[in-house]
């Protein structure tokens, strides 16, 4: 029987080594068929949840002065949508990313939306670009850690860290009172998921926080004329 690999026109140590490329050939082909028939890994993308339903008060009672929120500003490490944890027990300060989970934008941006939000409820919010009068409150933040924390393999918490700094607009801008907020709260689970409802939890709680210090830091200083 005639050896189907056998051409007069092809040298025979190329003849020799027909079969065991058609073999290489196919052997390719089925792995990229088997890699196409594997489902990729799903990413879950989370985020702060609705916020609160309730409808604004600001219509239904005095409202507080306007304040100016600038944009959050975040350490390097904190400027992607990664979902970071910590492992206090072995190396705190390596930052590292799930894999499969990611945030729908950057936590900063995260965090600034649900201030805003909360901020909003009892007193106009401008945004940078807005026109604002000179002596107008501006809020400045700065997003310094903001990961889980795994004390244990399975204990963690959500950890965020802010400066807050609040000046009065004008020219030169003068300044009004600056401090940190430092805030966890337990993860109910020590995984993703759960690091991702204890940040946001410790977000709210730290916004709550932040919203009492504006008020009390504003009422303390007088405005420019």
């Not at 002065?65 to 975040?74: K, R």
């Not at 934008?105 to 805003?116: E, K, T």
């Not at 009065?168 to 709260?185: D, E, I, L, Y």
Request: glycine share 4%.
């Amino acid at each position: 029987m005639q050896n189907p690999f056998q051409n007069p026109l092809v040298p025979p140590r190329v003849q020799a080594l027909l079969p065991r490329l058609v073999a290489v050939l196919a052997m390719a082909v089925l792995t990229g068929l088997a890699g196409c028939s594997t489902p990729a890994a799903r990413v879950t993308v989370y985020d702060f949840g609705p916020g609160s339903t309730a409808p604004a008060m600001a219509n239904r009672m005095a409202p507080l002065p306007t304040v100016l929120l600038a944009e959050v500003e975040a350490a390097a490490a904190l400027d992607s949508s990664a979902v970071l944890y910590r492992l206090a027990y072995a190396d705190a300060q390596q930052p590292r990313p799930y894999a499969q989970a990611r945030w729908s934008m950057p936590p900063a941006q995260l965090l600034r939306q649900r201030l805003r939000e909360t901020l909003g409820q009892r007193r106009s919010v401008l945004a940078p670009m807005d026109a604002v009068a000179p002596g107008t409150l501006t809020l400045r933040l700065e997003l310094e850690e903001f990961s889980q924390l795994f004390n244990t393999a399975q204990s963690s918490a959500g950890l965020v860290r802010v400066r807050a700094t609040l000046g009065r607009s004008g020219t030169p801008p003068k300044p009004v009172a600056q401090t940190s907020f430092v805030v966890q709260h337990p993860a109910s689970t020590a995984d993703a998921a759960g690091g991702v409802r204890a940040l946001a939890q410790a977000s709210d709680a730290l916004i709550v926080q932040l919203d009492a210090w504006l008020q009390q830091a504003a009422a303390a200083e007088a405005p420019t004329p």
